[in-house]
Every structure is written in structure tokens, then in C-alpha cells.
């Protein structure tokens, strides 16, 4: 409890930093419209994928200050010395800036309604796909992020790194969303994205928690 009060009051703190990614996202899909043109066909055909692709970015863009202002200002060395359980620390860490990020992302991704015109059923699994995936999004790029901690222009690789490993997620989230606009079944793929979150969220913490030791020991 008192490591969830701390990453929760450092976040409040730091509202410009967790602020930037939403923005980008907001600014993604209100533009995009713009670009495309107005078609109704050509707007529901691409928005699903359009707001995926501004919620993935958004979230890559979200994660250099994840673990970084942690090695530099010591919280990282003070948990390491003291035996506190990283992992929890990172899972803590991480669950907060999903909220965040994501979390908000995925309400604001009911934009698409008025925007790409899509119905409020393909809204509501547009939405359900980004709760369901984008956890294990957030700790791919948690990896990525945690990987390049220690190199001078590692938040540059960051994306490089995440980006590729993001990609089926991706696919699969819009697939689904497909699925159920022409009425078919799209549960399955929401479910297997549900599980690879979790399973992720059981997993990585501890590989990045041990990737974390090793950047602060080098």
C-alpha cells in the first residue's frame, strides 16, 4: 500500500508527462478524418485501425519515463538495497500508467462514434479490444524500455524494439472489432488477447525487474 500511495501521488506530480500521449492520440484520430476525407464507407472501414494506431503510439510514447527519472534520481537503488520486491514495484508502477494512459485511451476511443462514424456496438468493442490488449502492449514496451535504460539514446530504440512485437496484437484487436461489425463472432481473439495480458502481467514484472538490476549494477 504505501509503494501504491507513492507511484500514485509521483503520478498526480507528473500530469504534463502522462498528459502528452493523450493529447497525441486526440490530435491522431481528429485529424485523420481530416486526411481521408469525409466518405462514411472510407471512415468506418479505417477507423477502427486508426484509432488502434493512435492508441498503440500514444502508449510507446508514454513509457520512456517509466523507469528512467527512477535510476536517476536513486528510488531504484534504494529499492535495491533495501530488498524490496521489484517486481511488485514495477507491476505497481506499471498498473498506475496503465490507468493513465490506456485506461483513459480507451474512453476516448468512443470518439470514433462521431468521428468515423462507427456504431455505438462497434464503439463499445472497439473499447472492450483496447482494455483486453492493451496490457500486454504496455509491458512489451515496458520490456523495450527497460532493455535501453542504461544507453545514452535508448528512449530513440524504444520503439524499434517494441514496435515489432506489438504488431500481432494489433492485428488481432482490429480483427476482432471486424469480426463482430459484419456479425460474426469475435470473442475468441478478445479472449486470447485477454489471456496474453494476463499472462504478461504475471510474467514480465519479474523479467523487467531483473533487467532493471542489472542496468543499475552496470
Given at each position: 500500500m504505501q509503494l501504491w500511495r507513492r507511484e500514485w501521488q509521483v503520478k498526480?506530480?507528473?500530469?504534463?508527462?502522462?498528459?502528452?500521449?493523450?493529447?497525441?492520440?486526440?490530435?491522431?484520430?481528429t485529424l485523420f478524418p481530416l486526411a481521408v476525407g469525409s466518405e462514411p464507407a472510407l471512415l468506418q472501414r479505417l477507423g477502427v485501425s486508426a484509432v488502434w494506431i493512435a492508441a498503440l503510439l500514444s502508449l510507446v510514447m508514454g513509457v520512456d519515463g517509466l523507469?528512467?527519472?527512477?535510476?536517476?534520481?536513486?528510488?531504484?537503488?534504494?529499492?535495491?538495497?533495501?530488498?524490496?520486491?521489484?517486481?511488485?514495484?514495477?507491476?505497481?508502477?506499471?498498473?498506475?500508467?496503465?490507468?493513465?494512459?490506456?485506461?483513459?485511451?480507451?474512453?476516448?476511443?468512443?470518439?470514433?462514434v462521431p468521428?468515423?462514424?462507427?456504431?455505438?456496438?462497434?464503439?463499445?468493442?472497439?473499447?472492450?479490444?483496447?482494455?483486453?490488449?492493451?496490457?500486454?502492449?504496455?509491458?512489451l514496451s515496458a520490456v523495450a524500455s527497460s532493455l535501453t535504460l542504461s544507453l545514452k539514446n535508448g528512449a530513440v530504440l524504444?520503439?524499434?524494439?517494441?514496435?515489432?512485437?506489438?504488431?500481432?496484437?494489433?492485428?488481432?484487436?482490429?480483427?476482432a472489432v471486424d469480426l463482430f461489425a459484419t456479425g460474426l463472432n469475435g470473442l475468441p481473439i478478445l479472449a486470447l488477447l485477454l489471456a496474453g495480458s494476463?499472462?504478461?502481467?504475471?510474467?514480465?514484472?519479474?523479467v523487467i525487474a531483473l533487467t532493471?538490476?542489472?542496468?543499475?549494477?552496470?
Open positions: 498526480q506530480q507528473g500530469a504534463v508527462q502522462w498528459l502528452y500521449p493523450l493529447v497525441l492520440f486526440l490530435v491522431i484520430i523507469f528512467k527519472p527512477a535510476l536517476d534520481n536513486g528510488t531504484l537503488a534504494q529499492l535495491v538495497v533495501a530488498k524490496a520486491s521489484l517486481p511488485l514495484w514495477v507491476l505497481i508502477r506499471l498498473v498506475i500508467h496503465w490507468i493513465f494512459s490506456s485506461g483513459i485511451v480507451a474512453l476516448l476511443s468512443l470518439l470514433a468521428l468515423f462514424q462507427l456504431s455505438w456496438f462497434e464503439a463499445w468493442i472497439l473499447m472492450a479490444s483496447i482494455v483486453t490488449g492493451s496490457p500486454m502492449l504496455l509491458m524504444v520503439p524499434l524494439i517494441a514496435l515489432p512485437m506489438q504488431l500481432p496484437v494489433l492485428i488481432f484487436a482490429t480483427g494476463i499472462i504478461s502481467v504475471l510474467v514480465m514484472p519479474w532493471l538490476k542489472m542496468s543499475w549494477l552496470n
